[in-house]
């Protein structure tokens, strides 16, 4: 063999062996394969996961794009990440932290919020969505937020909005509001649910049932008719909080626009809104500030 021959053979074994060529990237790690997963998961701790793959993937320049994506639900994360700039408290507010997310950016997210979703967002989840506690590094809380839809106990004991009523009598719940009542078996719900919320419509009703405690995952129920015929029933991840601890509070608010169930709400830890189409049941999509008790605080994404 040749001298020259003897180097062309090295070089291509070299090559064959990855020396001296470039690879591509593991396909399972491109933007596109890790937006995927997201859409893919199944559950609060995958889709967490998820989440702080594809966002420490892109970065903070990434951002502006994913906020157009076509899922709602990844648009509305990468806003929420795009919105929350690190700020200085004007002037220290015992016993609260100093540390802040700017509320005028945050304000830029509710008006995003709002023209993505088309949703009619309550004022009390628009205000508390601003005023942010922030601990570098760690989470972020919302301990201001004192004012939530205003509740009252009901006749059955359980807590519903103002306006509404909810009465039990042999072995049934009948949910009154807005001059409309469903009817639906006791047993719908979990037992420990002590607060319900819901819309009620001429032809179709929901109506969740959640712990007025923290802001753990709950149940939402779609019914037709008064007679409240079970049409579905749907998961509400709400924050999945799965411990007790910071303050114990829970606030949800149930609305309905052109066919679609909106669930917000709001714990110490975290904010919440998850939509479903009112006759399946099928989850359109969800965004929670703290991903499901995965704080991005902990991320390296900026």
Same mark, same amino acid.
């Given at each position: 063999?040749?001298?020259?021959?003897?180097?062309?053979?090295?070089?291509?074994?070299?090559?064959?062996?990855?020396?001296?060529?470039?690879?591509?990237?593991?396909?399972?790690?491109?933007?596109?394969?890790?937006?995927?997963?997201?859409?893919?998961?199944?559950?609060?701790?995958?889709?967490?996961?998820?989440?702080? !793959?594809?966002?420490?993937? @892109?970065?903070?320049? #990434?951002?502006?794009?994913?906020?157009?994506?076509? +899922? *709602?639900?990844?648009? /509305?994360?990468?806003?929420?990440?795009?919105?929350?700039?690190?700020?200085?408290?004007?002037?220290?507010?015992?016993?609260?932290?100093?540390?802040?997310?700017?509320?005028?950016?945050?304000?830029?997210?509710?008006?995003?919020?709002?023209?993505?979703?088309?949703?009619?967002?309550?004022?009390?989840?628009?205000?508390?969505?601003?005023?942010?506690?922030?601990?570098?590094?760690?989470?972020?809380?919302?301990?201001?937020?004192?004012?939530?839809?205003?509740?009252?106990?009901?006749?059955?004991?359980?807590?519903?909005?103002?306006?509404?009523?909810?009465?039990? !009598?042999?072995?049934?719940? @009948?949910?009154?509001? #807005?001059?409309?009542?469903?009817?639906?078996?006791? +047993? *719908?719900?979990?037992? /420990?649910?002590?607060?319900?919320?819901?819309?009620?419509?001429?032809?179709?009703?929901?109506?969740?049932?959640?712990?007025?405690?923290?802001?753990?995952?709950?149940?939402?129920?779609?019914?037709?008719?008064?007679?409240?015929?079970?049409?579905?029933?749907?998961?509400?991840?709400?924050?999945?909080?799965?411990?007790?601890?910071?303050?114990?509070?829970?606030?949800?608010?149930?609305?309905?626009?052109?066919?679609?169930?909106?669930?917000?709400?709001?714990?110490?830890?975290?904010?919440?809104?998850?939509?479903?189409?009112?006759?399946?049941?099928?989850?359109?999509?969800?965004?929670?500030?703290?991903?499901?008790?995965?704080?991005?605080?902990?991320?390296?994404?900026?």
């Amino acid at each position: 063999m040749t001298p020259a021959c003897a180097l062309t053979t090295v070089l291509g074994l070299l090559c064959l062996t990855g020396f001296g060529t470039a690879f591509p990237a593991d396909p399972d790690d491109t933007p596109k394969a890790l937006r995927g997963d997201v859409l893919k998961a199944t559950s609060s701790k995958d889709k967490a996961g998820a989440y702080q !793959k594809l966002f420490e993937k @892109v970065g903070r320049q #990434g951002f502006a794009d994913l906020t157009k994506d076509e +899922d *709602t639900g990844i648009a /509305l994360q990468a806003a929420w990440e795009t919105y929350t700039k690190p700020a200085k408290r004007p002037k220290p507010l015992m016993p609260r932290t100093n540390n802040i997310y700017d509320p005028t950016e945050l304000g830029k997210f509710i008006t995003f919020f709002k023209e993505r979703t088309k949703a009619a967002v309550p004022e009390w989840w628009a205000r508390g969505i601003t005023d942010v506690d922030l601990f570098p590094g760690q989470h972020h809380a919302f301990i201001g937020s004192d004012t939530g839809p205003k509740c009252r106990e009901s006749k059955s004991g359980a807590l519903v909005p103002d306006g509404a009523e909810m009465e039990e !009598k042999d072995g049934k719940r @009948v949910y009154s509001v #807005g001059g409309r009542t469903v009817e639906f078996p006791s +047993d *719908t719900f979990d037992e /420990l649910s002590n607060s319900f919320a819901g819309v009620v419509g001429e032809k179709r009703s929901a109506v969740a049932g959640y712990t007025a405690v923290c802001g753990e995952a709950f149940e939402i129920a779609g019914f037709e008719g008064r007679g409240g015929k079970s049409t579905w029933k749907a998961d509400v991840w709400g924050t999945d909080r799965d411990f007790l601890g910071g303050q114990g509070y829970h606030w949800v608010e149930v609305r309905e626009k052109d066919g679609t169930v909106f669930v917000f709400g709001a714990e110490s830890h975290g904010m919440y809104a998850e939509a479903f189409d009112l006759a399946t049941g099928k989850c359109q999509w969800r965004f929670c500030s703290c991903y499901w008790f995965h704080h991005s605080e902990k991320w390296k994404h900026n």
